[in-house]
Nanobody, 124 residues
Framework: QVQLVESGGGLVRPGGSLRLSCAAS????????MGWFRQAPGKEREFVAA????????HYADSVKGRFTISRDNTKNTMYLQMNSLQPGDTSEYYC?????????????????WGPGTQVTVSS
C-alpha cells in the first residue's frame, strides 16, 4: 500500500499557472490508477483528472479539459497536475488519491488511499 502527500499549492492570480505534485511512498505505485480531486468550502469533493498505472489512459473533468494536464513518473513515484489558465472557480483544496488497477473513469468511492490535500487559491 502507498501513502500520499501533495505539494505545490499556493496563491496565484487569475490566468496564472501552478504545478501540483503527489509523492507516493510505499510499494507498487505503478499498480495504482492515480487521481486528482478538489473540494471547495461548502461543496462536495469532485473529480478533476485521473491517469492509469502505466500512464496509457487519462480522463479529465469537462471543467478542466484543455487547461489542466495530469502526468506521472513511476521512476520517481510521483504524479503531477499542471494547471494553466487558472480561474477563481478553481480555488479549492486539491487531493490526490489512489485506486489499485482502477479505471480512469472510476467514481470517487473507489479510491481507497488519499493524501491530506494542498490548498490552491486563485485571486487577484
Amino acid at each position: 500500500q502507498v501513502q500520499l502527500v501533495e505539494s505545490g499549492g499556493g496563491l496565484v492570480r487569475p490566468g496564472g499557472s501552478l504545478r501540483l505534485s503527489c509523492a507516493a511512498s510505499g510499494r507498487r505505485f505503478n499498480s495504482y490508477t492515480m487521481g486528482w480531486f478538489r473540494q471547495a468550502p461548502g461543496k462536495e469533493r469532485e473529480f478533476v483528472a485521473a491517469i492509469t498505472w502505466g500512464g496509457g489512459r487519462i480522463h479529465y473533468a469537462d471543467s478542466v479539459k484543455g487547461r489542466f494536464t495530469i502526468s506521472r513518473d513511476n521512476t520517481k513515484n510521483t504524479m503531477y497536475l499542471q494547471m494553466n489558465s487558472l480561474q477563481p472557480g478553481d480555488t479549492s483544496e486539491y487531493y490526490c488519491a489512489a485506486n489499485r488497477w482502477g479505471e480512469p473513469e472510476a467514481p470517487l468511492v473507489e479510491y481507497s488511499i488519499w493524501g491530506p490535500g494542498t490548498q490552491v487559491t486563485v485571486s487577484s
